[in-house]
Each structure stands twice: as C-alpha cells, then as structure tokens.
C-alpha cells in the first residue's frame, strides 16, 4: 500500500513558485492554489490608501508614549502551513490586546491578522471571493471585508469555527462595521469618483 501524497511537501514547492515571481506580480497559495496578480489598478490604489488612512488614524494612532492597540500593513505576507497558504491581504490589522503584533522583521507573518481587507478588481475578485476568502477561515483570520470598488460597498465577513460568513454590507453613509464599530469615515469618500 502506498502512502498518500505529502501536502507539506507540495506546499514548499508551491513557495518557491512565489518567491521566483518577477517584480510586478504577486503570487498567492490559497488552501494549495497558486495564483498570480498584476500591480493594482488606479482605483483599486485609491480605496487601499483611503481605507489604510482612516484605519490607522482612528484606531493604529495614539498620544505619545502610548502605543496604540491596533497595527495596519499594507501587503503584509503572512503563511500558514497548516492551511497549505500564503497570502498578501491588501490590508492587515493586529490587535494588540487580543492577537498581539507581530514582530517587525519577519518576511513571512505567520501571528494571523483579527482582520483583513481585500480590494476587489476584476483581475482578483475570483480569487480573493472563493479560495483566498476560504484561506483566511482556516488561517484564524476574524474579519474579512471585501471592498467593492464598482458597486461602492464593503462585505463584511466573519469567521465562525473556520468559515468566512456575511454579517453586514455597507453601502452609504458613515462605515460603520466589525470589528471596529464607527470607523468616522463617509464610505463614498473611500472611493474614487
């Protein structure tokens, strides 16, 4: 009887496939699925700024000498081999009080994020709604929220014992949404006219 394949191997395999993109292109493993993408467009640029600017200041900032509780990256990478993944969220947030930070030199972040945003574009939004959303449920991430540049809205997600499941969309007005309650932001200005 022969043994059954060695996923932990084929996921090594999968990293060395990311880590021999060429500058331009990210490569992802969702659950052992490889994906590539091109740099972001325009838009999609736009609402990953404004997002990060009103997150960091309303939550990552605080008065001096005292850090703040909540840490945002930008394209952070993070890994789990446990759920045979590597992935870039477009955006990250740590919480100091409940997950902890993680440490400032590691090219690979294996502490999950509480949240992630994915900006959608038409070049990612199959794989960042199907096996990157399903990633982020068995990596332990918390939140997930998809912001849709077309429709001008923001899917919230939350991960019961390992599944990504609706709780809110937001489509005007102040954003208001877990994990963060009032985040002090019109949506529309999040998005590019």
Do not use: C
């Amino acid at each position: 009887m022969s043994a059954g394949p060695d996923f932990a191997v084929a996921f090594r395999a999968l990293e060395s496939l990311v880590e021999s993109q060429p500058d331009g292109v990210t490569g992802e493993i969702a659950r052992g699925v490889f994906a590539m993408s091109p740099r972001a467009r325009p838009r999609h640029s736009f609402s990953l700024g404004e997002l990060y600017h009103h997150l960091r200041n309303r939550f990552g900032d605080s008065s001096p000498g005292t850090p703040p509780d909540w840490l945002f990256l930008v394209d952070p990478e993070t890994r789990s081999e446990a759920a045979y993944s590597r992935l870039v969220p477009d955006v990250a947030g740590w919480r100091k009080s409940t997950t902890g930070w993680p440490t400032p030199d590691d090219p690979l972040i294996e502490l999950m994020p509480e949240w992630v945003a994915e900006v959608l574009s038409p070049g990612t939004r199959a794989f960042d709604e199907g096996p990157k959303k399903d990633a982020y449920g068995l990596m332990g991430v918390g939140w997930l929220w998809l912001v849709d540049t077309e429709a001008k809205r923001i899917e919230v997600l939350e991960n019961v014992r390992g599944k990504m499941l609706p709780r809110a969309s937001v489509e005007s007005g102040a954003l208001v949404a877990p994990p963060f309650g009032v985040v002090g932001v019109d949506l529309a200005k999040l998005f590019w006219a």
